[in-house]
């Protein structure tokens, strides 16, 4: 997705396909249901019945619009993928979203893709040079014309040539006539996972989309891999130089669902540890540990557990509204905020408390339940935070925001304890982050995640959007 204010193109998003089954778009929303957490903005499926390809693209939630007889019937076929796309600010404008599908030379052609590409605005301008035309303003349609013209005779070799020229982070799922293919870029940054439903192979960000399905879990697509699913089999491939692999530390920090499976771990048991480790590294005394829900739950359990203070249930979710993100601009985000959190008095009054949250980004979650906890009566108010603090911003797809707007890029820690309004306000440490994960350390040379938030290390050069975005997005 293109994104105003930054100039650069933005997506988290989650993926999924099947191939080979009966009820593959029936599947296939059931899976994308389970990845809605990666992006509610708009949800997609094509599927192919054999003769012809089916799209359709729907802004909104997958319940809301692909839970019914009417639509599905326009999905036929055995094989189709899908994807759910995340909303940041600027063009939510329906034609960007995926999957992205092209009538080529050598076929019809779907794509649907989660991460961000960061040599867009090159390839663009040559392709554009050059006659290319194109319909949205999203970084997958480039793959598509880069594959549409690609000098190579085999479909598959035309996507490796595209690959070799796309830089970023990017996890793909394409369907065409024969084939089913996943795709991970060389850090494999973003996840894909494959599985297998009754023999029908399964391709998906996250392991939660096999287990809603009944699917079992396969392996994780290997960084720099290409798998290739027909009905031959299951081919892979490795075109890139072999690099160790680099998954983004914030998939099991934020974004990716707690019951998923990552390195035989759940996603809940990482967080978990965050918050033990949390704990561990600061002494805090107070009455209770209250989340801020849901991100910042499974850190508090820890953080209660090895802590030894009460868990308390001190703020209330409503469910019925969607993350904060997701809204478009500051003023609103606000009032989502609001609209999001109400407190549970009982657990509060004369208490002294420590919040927990996962990470702060703007500040404004922490502001607004800060001031509420204060509020509704309690003594102190302490904020805890189960990752280090996220000083830089991201372009490999999960939409933090740039330098300005990062809290944590503009103040210190007391700084930002003020701006928050808590008596004290304390964040994990990068090493404590990495022995959380299993590592016993952070590698300097090679660290085991993109952990450029924290660090500003980044795997990918990220150069072309610094030089466009010079006002933006560096200080
Ligand atoms: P903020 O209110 O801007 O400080 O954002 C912090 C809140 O947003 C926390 O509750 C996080 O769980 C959540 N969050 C952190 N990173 C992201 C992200 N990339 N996308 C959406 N929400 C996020």
Do not use: W
């Amino acid at each position: 997705m293109y994104c105003k204010y930054s100039d650069h193109f933005k997506d988290e998003c989650g993926v999924f396909g099947i191939f080979g089954t009966q009820e593959a778009s029936v599947l296939t929303t059931l899976g994308l249901h389970s990845l809605q957490h990666r992006g509610q903005e708009g949800a997609g499926i094509v599927s192919f019945d054999g003769k012809s390809f089916h799209s359709e693209r729907k802004q909104g939630l997958v319940g809301d619009n692909f839970n019914n007889a009417h639509i599905l019937s326009q999905l036929p076929g055995n094989t189709a993928i899908g994807h759910v796309r995340y909303s940041t600010t600027g063009d939510s404008k329906p034609e960007n979203l995926q999957p992205l599908f092209a009538n080529l030379a050598i076929g019809g052609f779907a794509c649907a893709h989660n991460g961000n590409l960061t040599n867009t605005h090159s390839i663009k301008k040559k392709l554009v040079e050059s006659g290319s035309i194109f319909q949205t303003s999203s970084d997958t349609e480039i793959i598509l014309q880069l594959v549409a013209r690609s000098p190579k005779k085999k479909l598959i070799d035309k996507l490796i040539d595209t690959l070799f020229q796309i830089r970023g982070a990017y996890s793909l799922v394409i369907l065409t006539n024969k084939k089913l293919i996943g795709v991970r870029d060389p850090f494999g940054i973003r996840p894909l996972v494959l599985g297998d439903k009754d023999g029908s192979p399964v391709l998906a960000s996250e392991t939660c989309a096999l287990d809603m399905i009944g699917a079992k879990y396969v392996r994780d697509v290997k960084n720099g891999e290409i798998i290739i699913i027909t009905k031959n089999g299951i081919k892979s491939i490795k075109p890139f130089k072999i690099v160790p692999e680099r998954p983004c530390i914030f998939e099991r920090i934020y974004f990716a669902s707690p019951d998923s499976i990552i390195d035989n771990k759940t996603v809940y048991t990482y967080r978990k540890s965050l918050g033990e480790q949390l704990a561990i590294e600061n002494n805090i005394s107070a009455d209770v540990v209250v989340p801020i829900p849901d991100s910042g739950v499974s850190a508090a359990i820890g953080f209660s557990q090895k802590s030894s203070i009460p868990f308390e249930l001190g703020i209330i979710r409503s469910h019925y509204v969607g993350r904060t993100f997701i809204e478009p601009s500051q003023s609103i985000r606000q009032f989502g905020v609001k609209l999001k959190h109400s407190v549970n008095r009982s657990c509060i009054k004369n208490k002294k408390v420590i919040l927990i949250d996962d990470s702060i980004v703007r500040g404004t979650t922490a502001s607004k339940i800060v001031k509420m906890v204060y509020e509704a009566g309690a003594k102190e108010v302490h904020l805890g935070i189960s990752c280090p603090p996220i000083k830089h911003p991201d372009f490999y797809g999960i939409d933090t925001p740039n330098y300005n707007q990062l809290i944590a890029s503009n103040l210190n820690i007391k700084e930002m304890s003020n701006l928050v309004g808590a008596k004290s306000l304390f964040f994990l440490s990068l090493d404590g982050t990495y022995k959380a994960m299993g590592c016993s350390e952070r590698n300097g040379e090679t660290p085991q995640f993109t952990d450029h938030c924290f660090t500003g290390e980044y795997p990918i050069d990220i150069s072309e959007i610094l030089k466009l975005n010079s006002k933006n997005v560096t200080r």
